[in-house]
C-alpha cells in the first residue's frame, strides 16, 4: 500500500490547520456562510437534511487494517456508531458537528487519510477496479497509476476550478468490475501488439440527469505519457466545457454536443503542443509508488485445497458462502473474499463500529491487513489463503457479516437517500431494505442467479440505477414519492443504460413490481443459464411491463 | 379565484450542530416544528424569512416550507421532506430528533 512521504505528511497536516482556522472563523462571525461553504467542501463537508456530513477518500478504494480501526474510532468518537461506505468507494459520517471536523480530520492525518478530493469542481478521488492487484485476470495492478493521478492532479492549480466535477476510475482488467465507461474518463490497462503496457482511453461516460456511456478517445497510451494524455483532456474541457449551466457543464455534454472527432481532434492537439517531458513521471518517484503496491509474498500453494472442500461438505452455510462471496485469485491456493455490507434489513454500505474493527482483525490474520471498498459498496479481503476461509468465514457469522448475497438480488447499491440527503427527492434505503427482504431465501435468489439492483434517490444517479440490470429512480410527483424503474441496465465492459418500463410507481409499490419483474423473467428465460440481464436484452421490456403494469391492475381488480 | 396562501413556517439547519430549526415568533429558534411561528400571507412569510436570515452567523440556508395547522393549532408539516426532517431517518427510529424529542432549550437547561 501507499505510504506518504514526508510531503504528503506536510500537505495533508497544512490543509487539516487551516480547516481548523477556517472553522473557527465561521464559528466566531468573520466568515459568511457563503464564504466558508466553498472551503468547508473542499474539506469533505456537507450539510444534509438532519446535520452535518463528512465524506472521506479512500484512495481507489485500498486501506489498510489500521485506516479502518481509525475509521471505527471516528465513528464512535466523533459520530453515532457507524459509517457508510459509498460507491465512490469513500465513507462517509452522517453525525459530525462542525467544532469537531478539524478534530476528525487531524485523526484521519494519523493515519494517511483525508477528505481531500472528494467535493467541489475539482478532480475527484479515482476510483479503481476493487480486485487490482488480487484478480486472475488482470494484466497489471492499476493502483499504482491511480496514485500517480492522485500525486498530479491533488491541488492542481489549473483544475481546481474546472466547470464541474471530474470523475476518473481505472482498471487494469478486460472484465471491469469499476464501471469506468460511467465515469469522466474511464481508463483501461491493455498490451499493445509488442506487449507493452498502456491505456486505453474511455472519455465522456456519466449518469445523472443526462446518462451517457462513454466512447473510447485514444485507443492506446503509452503508460509513460498518459499524465500528459490526462492534462490534454483536462485542458480542452477546462476551456470549452460550458460553464453557462450547471447541467450542461459536465464533459459528457462537450462529447456529445462537439462530437467525439472534434474532441479527439483538440486533444490532440493540446497534446501534440506539450511539453511532454515535463509531465513525465520521474522514474524514480514511479519507481517508490510501485514499490508499495507489491503484492504480499504468496506461499507457494496447490491451488485446491482439501481442507476447504471437506468444511464446505460439513457446512451448508459455508458452502454458499464460498460459492457466491469468493472470486478467482492470481496466486494459486488463494482467494478474494467479498464480505457484503447487504445483510437483508440492513442499509446497504452501513458498518458499524465493531463491524469495522472485526473486518480490520480479519483482514490483518487472514488477509495481508489490506482491505478494499467496492463501489457496490462491500468490502474486499482481498488475499486470503482458500485453507483459512472457513476460519474467516466462522468470524464473520458471528458479526452479521457471512451473508452469501454478492451479485444476487439482495446485494442492492443504494445511495443515502432522503433519509439523510438534502439533495435527494425521495427514500432510497427503506426500499432497498424492502426488496433485499423479498428475495433474502437464498436458494430461491440462488435460482434467480445475477441481478444487479441498484437505486437513486434523485436525477444525480449516486446510486447508479441507469446501470442497474433492475435501476430504480426515487422522484417526488405530486406532493409524494414516485419511483421509475428501468431494465437492462449494465455496469460493466459492456455498458448499457437500462430503458424506462412506463409510468413511475408509488412508494409501496415498488417491492411488489421488483417481484413481478422477476417473476416473469423466471416464466420467461430461455433456460437456467439465461442471465437476467441477457434475458432483458433478448425480450425487451414488453413482458416486463405487462408483468408490472397490467398484473398489478388486475391483483387491484 | 387566486389559490388560498399555503401558511409557512421558516426552517433552517442550526450552524454548530446542524441540526433542524424553526424560526419562532419571539424571534428565535427551536428544535421542535410545532413551536414554530407560522405566517399566513405572503407579505408575513417574506418578513419572517428576512428576519430569519439576519442570524446568518448561527443558521445556515433558512428557507419557507409549506405547513398546516392541526387540530391544537399548532404548525405541522405537510411535505414529507419536512415531515422526514422533524424526525430523523426514517428506517432508524434510534437516531436523529425521534430519538431524542428535546428542544434547544430543554438541553441548555
Given amino acids: 500500500m501507499y505510504r506518504y512521504d514526508e510531503f504528503d505528511h506536510a500537505f495533508v497536516r497544512d490543509r487539516v490547520a487551516r480547516f481548523r482556522d477556517q472553522v473557527q472563523r465561521r464559528i466566531d462571525g468573520r466568515l459568511s456562510e457563503e464564504e466558508f461553504r466553498p472551503l468547508r467542501l473542499q474539506n469533505g463537508l456537507y450539510l444534509q437534511l438532519h446535520a452535518y456530513m463528512l465524506r472521506i477518500a479512500i484512495p481507489y478504494g485500498t486501506m489498510s487494517s489500521r485506516q479502518m480501526r481509525q475509521l471505527a474510532l471516528i465513528a464512535d468518537k466523533w459520530d453515532k456508531g457507524y459509517g457508510h461506505f459509498t460507491t465512490r468507494q469513500n465513507i462517509q459520517f452522517n453525525w459530525p458537528v462542525l467544532k469537531d471536523t478539524p478534530e476528525i480530520l487531524d485523526a484521519l492525518a494519523d493515519v494517511e487519510m483525508h477528505a481531500i478530493q472528494t467535493s ?151 497534446f501534440a503542443a506539450m511539453e511532454g517531458p515535463s509531465l513525465t513521471p520521474d522514474p524514480d518517484e514511479l519507481e517508490r509508488i510501485e514499490r508499495y503496491f507489491a503484492p504480499p509474498s504468496f506461499e507457494e500453494l496447490p491451488n485446491l485445497s482439501p481442507e476447504l472442500d471437506e468444511a464446505k461438505a460439513a457446512d451448508a452455510a459455508l458452502k454458499a458462502w464460498v460459492e457466491t462471496n469468493t472470486h478467482a485469485h492470481k496466486a494459486p491456493g488463494y482467494a478474494i473474499v467479498t464480505v457484503t455490507l447487504k445483510k437483508p434489513g440492513e442499509a446497504p454500505g452501513d458498518a458499524t463500529s465493531d463491524q469495522m474493527r472485526a473486518l480490520a482483525d480479519l483482514a490483518e490474520t487472514y488477509g495481508a491487513g489490506e482491505l478494499r471498498v467496492s463501489h457496490e459498496q462491500n468490502i474486499v479481503i482481498p488475499h486470503v489463503k482458500k485453507g483459512d476461509l472457513a476460519k474467516l468465514h466462522a468470524a464473520l457469522v458471528a458479526h452479521e457479516l457471512a ?155 | 379565484m387566486a389559490k388560498a396562501f399555503e401558511p409557512q413556517i421558516v426552517t433552517a439547519n442550526d450552524l454548530l ?3 433542524v430549526i424553526y424560526r419562532t415568533e419571539a424571534g428565535g429558534w427551536t428544535r421542535e416544528h410545532r413551536e414554530a411561528a407560522v405566517a399566513h400571507t405572503k407579505e408575513a412569510a417574506e418578513a419572517l424569512l428576512k428576519a430569519a436570515e439576519a442570524d446568518h452567523l448561527t443558521i445556515v440556508g433558512a428557507y419557507l416550507a409549506p405547513t398546516r395547522l392541526g387540530d391544537d393549532g399548532r404548525p405541522e408539516p405537510t411535505h414529507f421532506r419536512e415531515i422526514f426532517r422533524t424526525t430523523g431517518p426514517t428506517f432508524r427510529t434510534d437516531l436523529g430528533k425521534q430519538a431524542e424529542g428535546k428542544s434547544l432549550d430543554e438541553e441548555a437547561a
Fill in chain 1, 120 to 270: 467541489g469542481n475539482c478532480i475527484r478521488n479515482v476510483t479503481a477496479d476493487h480486485f487490482a492487484g488480487a484478480a486472475a485476470d488482470e494484466i497489471e495492478d492499476p493502483r499504482p497509476i491511480a496514485e500517480v493521478i492522485r500525486h498530479w492532479s491533488t491541488g492542481h492549480p489549473e483544475f481546481s476550478f474546472l466547470p464541474r466535477k471530474f470523475k476518473i476510475a481505472i482498471t487494469g482488467a478486460e472484465h471491469d468490475r469499476a464501471a469506468i465507461k460511467a465515469h469522466d474518463i474511464g481508463l483501461r490497462l491493455k498490451r499493445d501488439a509488442h506487449g507493452r503496457v498502456g491505456v486505453e482511453v474511455v472519455v465522456g461516460g456519466g449518469l445523472g440527469r443526462s446518462p451517457f456511456v462513454g466512447v473510447v478517445l485514444r485507443d492506446f497510451v503509452p503508460k509513460e505519457e498518459l499524465l500528459a494524455y490526462l492534462e490534454a483532456i483536462l485542458r480542452v474541457y477546462n476551456l470549452y466545457g460550458r460553464r453557462d449551466n450547471k447541467y450542461k457543464a459536465r464533459i459528457k455534454i462537450l462529447v456529445h454536443e462537439e462530437g467525439i472527432e472534434e474532441i479527439r481532434k483538440r486533444v490532440e492537439a493540446e
Fill in chain 1, 403 to 557: 451473508t452469501p448475497n454478492l451479485g444476487l438480488a439482495s446485494d442492492i447499491i443504494a445511495c443515502p437517500g432522503l433519509d439523510y440527503c438534502g439533495l435527494a427527492t425521495a427514500r432510497s434505503i427503506p426500499v432497498a431494505q424492502d426488496i433485499a427482504n423479498r428475495f433474502k431465501d437464498h436458494d430461491a435468489a440462488r435460482a434467480i442467479g445475477e441481478l444487479k439492483i441498484k437505486i437513486s434517490g434523485c436525477i444525480n444517479a449516486c446510486g447508479h440505477h441507469h446501470l442497474g440490470h433492475i435501476g430504480i429512480l426515487g422522484l417526488e410527483k405530486a406532493g409524494k414519492e414516485n419511483y421509475q424503474i428501468t431494465l437492462g441496465g449494465d455496469a460493466t465492459e459492456n455498458a448499457a443504460l437500462g430503458q424506462r418500463i412506463g409510468p413511475g410507481l408509488d412508494y409501496e409499490d415498488v417491492g411488489p413490481a421488483v417481484e413481478r419483474i422477476v417473476e416473469a423473467y423466471l416464466a420467461h428465460r430461455a433456460s437456467p443459464d439465461e442471465s437476467f440481464v441477457d434475458a432483458v436484452r433478448r425480450l425487451g421490456v414488453e413482458p416486463f411491463k405487462t408483468a408490472v403494469y397490467e398484473e398489478k391492475d388486475r391483483d387491484a381488480a
Fill in chain 2, 17 to 19: 450542530l446542524g441540526d
